[in-house]
């Protein structure tokens, strides 16, 4: 099981929801609103959203950050990778491996120093470290040209999907990986071990990319990798994290526009962006189920009672032929993401429904439900 986390800013406005009371979010300052950290369970096998892990929104007030190192609010800001990596350990109690992945803002010592011993990690780094190296007298490299002076161990291919901006491209990627120590930062907290013995795997793209940024990942992991099948497992884990991208593209402009709501109170904001956190991970799963890859059931998402009312309204849908039949069996998640697909306005025949669509076909449900409860409270 992989485990996404992530943290991402909700831009509410200006000087006007500075006047309100939001804290800074972004560069710069300018801009004003709230911080949402979220960890989100995927199954590694098939991509299915199992569900949310941890999920936290705050305001950020306190004033101007201090220095790096007496800065406050900072480390308790990082302390949220270390606590949805715990929540992680303590939730999954199912899973055989967890497996947290993380962007280069989690490269934190004390994220790999104090995991529990279920949650492997997988970081991206961006610190270039001190590392141990020999083992008979201490010697001191730096993470980066240890890990650049290795030779090649392979190449691999992977397929890298379109994003704003970046058009789909299929690419090759040079490997190289080794065990590393990370030394303790030199002004390190006293309880944080010497040194953190962990693997970094390096991928870079061989070819020069148009209109885009070549990939170069160094990532960390606690997980041991001795060959390039291994190496590619850690990239391959390390890829789900775009899922937790696409979960907050869902909070806001592609599903419930949390940002363009006009709440002047940031108590009252911080209570419905939670509301909307756990609402658009329905959204995900079913998004994620259309397909019917997922091999999720529809209990996995809605009520018991819900099932009844969900295989009513396919009914009701569907149209004489083939194609504007619900293809997927009874009882499955995929068998209800047609029926709210089509409660949102798809046509059942051209693209595949997203986020924007299923948020409104579970609003239409919702009112369907309400009606049949006012029927049934009338007889
Ligand atoms: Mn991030």
């Known amino acids: 099981m992989v485990v996404a986390q992530d943290t991402s800013e909700l831009s509410l406005g200006g000087q006007r929801a500075k006047a309100n009371g939001y804290g800074p979010v972004g560069k710069g300052g300018a801009l004003r609103g709230l911080l949402l950290h979220a960890a989100l369970a995927i199954d590694a096998g098939n991509g299915g959203v199992i569900g949310l892990v941890d999920a936290k929104v705050w305001n950020r007030t306190g004033g101007k950050a201090k220095h790096r190192r007496s800065r406050t609010t900072k480390q308790k800001e990082s302390q949220r990778w270390l606590d949805s990596t715990r929540r992680a350990a303590e939730v999954l109690t199912e899973a055989a491996t967890i497996t947290v992945v993380s ?12 995991r529990p011993s279920r949650a492997h990690l997988i970081v991206r780094a961006c610190q270039n470290r001190r590392i141990e190296t ?26 890298v999907p379109a994003a704003p901006g970046r058009k ?19 002004h390190g907290a006293a ?34 990798v001795t060959n390039l099948v291994e190496a590619r497992r850690i990239v391959d884990l390390y890829r789900m994290r775009w899922v937790i991208e696409e979960y907050f593209h869902t909070q806001k402009t592609g599903g419930f526009d949390i940002e363009a709501a006009d709440i002047s109170d940031p108590e009252v904001m911080i209570r419905f962006a939670t509301a909307v956190a756990v609402a658009a991970v329905s959204v995900m799963q079913l998004v994620k189920a259309r397909d019917g890859t997922t091999g999720q059931t529809l209990l996995e998402v809605f009520e018991p009672a819900d099932q009844s009312i969900i295989e009513a309204v396919s009914a009701k849908l569907e149209g004489k032929t083939e194609r504007q039949k619900n293809a997927h069996p009874k009882g499955s998640l995929a068998f209800a993401a047609w029926v709210i697909a089509r409660l949102g306005g798809w046509d059942g025949y051209y693209g595949k429904p997203g986020p924007k669509t299923m948020r409104l076909g579970l609003e239409a449900l919702q009112r369907i439900k309400f009606g049949a409860s006012l029927r049934m409270a009338d007889v």
Request: aromatic share 6%; net charge negative.
């Open 103 to 114: 962007d280069r803002e989690s490269d934190i010592y004390a994220h790999f120093a104090f």
């Open 134 to 159: 020999g083992e008979e007298e201490q010697q001191i490299d730096l993470l980066f040209s240890h890990i650049d002076s290795l030779p090649e161990a392979g190449r691999l291919k992977v397929n």
């Open 168 to 186: 789909a491209r299929s690419s090759e990627l040079a490997v190289r990986f080794s065990p590393v120590a990370l030394c303790k930062p030199l």
């Open 191 to 224: 309880d944080l071990p010497e040194a953190v013995t962990l693997t970094m795997v390096d991928v870079r793209e061989t070819s020069t990319v148009e209109g885009g940024k070549p990939i170069h990942w160094r990532l960390l992991t606690t997980h041991p």
